[in-house]
T-cell receptor, first 116, second 111 residues
Framework: GAVVSQHPSRVICKSGTSVKIECRSLDFQATTMFWYRQFPKKSLMLMATSNEGSKATYEQGVEKDKFLINHASLTLSTLTVTSAHPEDSSFYIC????????????FGDGTRLSIL | RKEVEQDPGPFNVPEGATVAFNCTYSNSASQSFFWYRQDCRKEPKLLMSVYSSGNEDGRFTAQLNRASQYISLLIRDSKLSDSATYLCVVTSGGSNYKLTFGKGTLLTVNP
């Protein structure tokens, strides 16, 4: 079963709307969560690394004021795409890494965002 | 040079065929290596980790050559359900958990 839940799975909204995506680790504590974006026929690209209780670390070229990340608890991180525009339309995927051990990341099932 | 490069594909093979995927990575400091598969419009799922000694999981065999910074995946007796995009993934920089993905190679297994 899924160990990382992402919601919503699909969003269609008008340009200028802000969209919040949630990522939850269901049966483990995740000190670190990651947010990726994937455009059609392209690689998953890491956008930011989210650490519980501290500010997210953004990758080069990713606007922190555009993509707001909040990691308020060990099981929840949120990504808010502020004032979304058509070029923000993409597949957004979160992943979580367990607090202990060296396991690879567990991925949520993604959010497909379409801005009209 | 891209951090992780894979065969561009796509690969179209008949059921039962053996298919090999190749991947190279540029950062010699990379520590961990994985193959993921991604079905169309879905999240990536871990297929297997890759170790220097090579490892096998049923029909799947993965190899790592650190000296040449090369990773491979071999699928034997391919099934229709193996159709997916195969992603080569390495940990980037000095971090042991920050993943860098290749662009992926699309495999279609035909009946």
């Amino acid at each position: 079963g899924a160990v990382v839940s992402q919601h919503p799975s699909r969003v269609i909204c008008k340009s200028g709307t802000s969209v919040k995506i949630e990522c939850r680790s269901l049966d483990f504590q995740a000190t670190t969560m990651f947010w990726y974006r994937q455009f059609p026929k392209k690689s998953l690209m890491l956008m930011a690394t989210s650490n519980e209780g501290s500010k997210a670390t953004y990758e080069q070229g990713v606007e922190k004021d555009k993509f707001l990340i909040n990691h308020a608890s060990l099981t929840l991180s949120t990504l808010t795409v502020t004032s979304a525009h058509p070029e923000d339309s993409s597949f957004y995927i979160c992943s979580a890494r367990r607090r202990v051990g060296n396991q690879p990341q567990h991925f949520g099932d993604g959010t497909r965002l379409s801005i009209l | 040079r891209k951090e992780v490069e894979q065969d561009p594909g796509p690969f179209n093979v008949p059921e039962g065929a053996t298919v090999a995927f190749n991947c190279t990575y540029s950062n010699s400091a990379s520590q961990s290596f994985f193959w993921y598969r991604q079905d169309c419009r879905k999240e990536p799922k871990l297929l297997m980790s890759v170790y220097s000694s090579g490892n096998e999981d049923g029909r799947f065999t993965a190899q790592l050559n650190r000296a040449s910074q090369y990773i491979s995946l071999l699928i034997r007796d391919s099934k229709l359900s193996d159709s997916a995009t195969y992603l080569c993934v390495v940990t980037s920089g000095g971090s042991n958990y920050k993943l860098t993905f290749g662009k992926g190679t699309l495999l279609t297994v035909n009946p």
